[in-house]
């Protein structure tokens, strides 16, 4: 009876084993195929790649870090800012995400005095990204940074399967169409990015005025209260790691203004007074109304500034950075 349950084991343990060979022969040449193609992805010029070299070279001095969505990626080029800084703003970011960056990259930051956050028009009634974010990927890859809420595992690492559609995109305007003219400075921001809807319309006010304007105008109560409570946990914990927070509001064109929903606007300007009358180390940038400092010129498009509308913006902050 012992030998054969002995035997047993051991039949079982050579299925097992076969079971995982043919597993591996299969996989193996899928996975080669992943690493190839991110490691042609990791040959386009892209932000990520010179932010993390930035960091790298110069963690022990940086002094501010900015946070948000395509809005504030277009608007804020560190450039033209007094202190050594990163722009950790992305397309489609919100404060969940931004939090977890900073949370996780405070520590390798000794000098890190100041936080910038966006609070656009509708910021607080657009919900937070989720755990599977795709752009988390990005921060596992490129600064070790797990915004998953989980254990990670290997695919995390893997950038293509993240996002096919938008990786193919990529690699065929880098590889094939030779499309992808895009230019960083050594902060991951894009020094060339004029084109865009503005440009097409050759910054016509007439034509641009008869355009649909890409904006929220839908209200949300519930995800008002909870990222309204989320943003406050943010700023107790800047509080608590003695940071001064900057919260800024971006220059909008004049027909994205005219469309925006005055109850949301009403709730976001309520909670920036709030704000200001509770934390004391907290100051407020705002620029979204100014349309005498920004003119047609300085925006891709409703909503979004191009690369000189941001060399003018940045200054500007820096300006109001320097006299706080």
């Not at 022990?60 to 450039?79: K, R, T, V, Y």
């Not at 007439?206 to 209200?219: D, F, G, R, S, Y």
């Amino acid at each position: 009876m012992k030998n054969y349950n002995t035997t047993k084991k051991i039949n079982t343990r050579s299925k097992h084993i076969r079971f995982i060979k043919k597993v591996l022969v299969f996989f193996l040449p899928v996975l080669l195929v992943y690493i190839c193609i991110d490691l042609a992805i990791l040959q386009i010029p892209q932000s990520f790649q010179n932010k993390a070299s930035y960091l790298k070279t110069n963690k022990q001095d940086i002094e501010l870090l900015s946070f948000g969505s395509s809005q504030m990626q277009n608007a804020i080029n560190p450039e033209h800012i007094g202190v050594p800084s990163i722009n950790f703003s992305s397309t489609s970011q919100h404060h969940r995400l931004d939090f977890e960056i900073l949370k996780q990259i405070r520590e390798r930051l000794p000098k890190l005095k100041t936080v910038v956050f966006e609070l656009s028009y509708s910021h607080l009634e657009l919900p937070h990204n989720s755990k599977e974010f795709w752009k988390n990927t990005i921060y596992y890859n490129f600064f070790d940074i797990n915004a998953f809420g989980r254990k990670t595992y290997f695919k995390d690492r893997l950038l293509f399967i993240s996002r096919p559609d938008f990786y193919a995109r990529a690699l065929k305007e880098f590889y094939i169409t030779n499309k992808n003219k895009s230019v960083y400075n050594k902060y991951g921001f894009k020094t060339n990015d004029t084109l865009g809807k503005f440009f097409r319309l050759k910054y016509d006010p007439l034509k641009i005025a008869k355009q649909k304007v890409e904006i929220n105008t839908k209200p949300n109560r519930k995800v008002f209260t909870y990222n309204t409570a989320y943003f406050e946990t943010i700023m107790n914990y800047t509080l608590d790691q003695n940071l001064e927070v900057i919260i800024v509001t971006l220059p909008m064109y004049k027909t994205f203004l005219k469309q925006r929903n005055q109850s949301i606007l009403h709730r976001r300007d309520s909670i920036l007074l709030d704000l200001q009358n509770k934390y004391t180390h907290l100051k407020v940038f705002r620029k979204e109304q100014d349309t005498i400092k920004y003119n047609v010129h300085d925006f891709k498009n409703e909503s979004h500034l191009n690369s000189f509308g941001a060399e003018k913006y940045t200054k500007e902050l820096n300006r109001f950075l320097e006299k706080k």
